[in-house]
């Protein structure tokens, strides 16, 4: 088992400890029911020292929450990253948000500019992955009893430390692990984690605009925002 593996098992077994009240009524953890497609993904491009680690908040119900890929629209995950595998689901399921794995017919916006962004710039994922991966900070998806997606930023306080005391470790061991030089969080949420838990990082810890239909910036083009914000932070891409 690799250093990676075995931080994220870690992760998952403190996690999995965790109970959360209103406004939380389902918890869905990819990284556990659909961990056969995240093991491929991990050991086909985690390996070796990173240029920059890109830290998204959490999962997508129609991204990670299908194929275990952070940002995982099904199409870009099946035949650009390369990674397919069966997915199963969690105990308990919204019947507004089931799992149906690679089988989803419904695209995740966010993956959609961020892998098309990638694949447009680096042709290969091999090419993009042999400087850059892309991971989640917390790798559960939270529901309200709606159905309405709960990002850990609009959580109660007391709720958000429950998720940062183990997250933060997490994020610790894999910065270590990967020696990335740069530490982007994908919105500014991700970027706060990172600087929270690596005071003393000796690169460059920043942030670019979130590929979400609910940042109006990204609306007007996220690749060209996305590209200049990255030539800012002094990652070349040429």
């Not at 070796?48 to 680690?53: S, W």
């Not at 290969?124 to 997606?149: D, I, Q, S, W």
């Not at 500014?188 to 990082?201: G, H, I, N, S, T």
């Amino acid at each position: 088992m690799s250093k990676l593996n075995t931080i994220f098992d870690e992760l998952c077994e403190e996690l999995a400890q965790l109970t959360f009240s209103d406004p939380v009524a389902y918890v869905y953890n990819p990284l556990e029911y659909a961990r056969k497609p995240w093991d491929l993904y991990i050991k086909k491009y985690a390996q070796g020292p990173k240029e920059a680690l890109f830290l998204g908040m959490n999962p997508g119900p129609w991204g990670m929450a299908q194929t275990g890929i952070p940002f995982g629209e099904v199409s870009f995950v099946r035949d650009w990253v390369g990674v397919e595998a069966e997915v199963g689901a969690p105990e308990k399921l919204h019947p507004k948000k089931p799992v149906d794995g690679f089988a989803c017919k419904r695209s995740e916006v966010s993956g959609k500019r961020l892998w098309g962004w990638a694949q447009e710039r680096f042709g290969t994922a091999e090419n993009f992955f042999k400087r850059f991966l892309v991971v989640n900070y917390c790798p559960l998806l939270f529901l309200h009893e709606t159905g309405r997606n709960l990002t850990p930023e609009v959580m109660p306080k007391a709720q958000q430390k429950l998720i940062s005391d183990i997250c933060d470790r997490a994020l610790v061991r894999l910065i270590n692990a990967l020696q990335p030089q740069f530490l982007i969080g994908v919105g500014r949420y991700a970027e706060k984690r990172c600087q929270e838990v690596m005071p003393d990082f000796k690169g460059t810890i920043s942030y670019i605009s979130h590929p979400s239909p609910a940042n109006p910036k990204s609306n007007k083009g996220w690749a060209p925002l996305v590209e200049q914000e990255l030539a800012e932070i002094g990652i070349a891409l040429a």
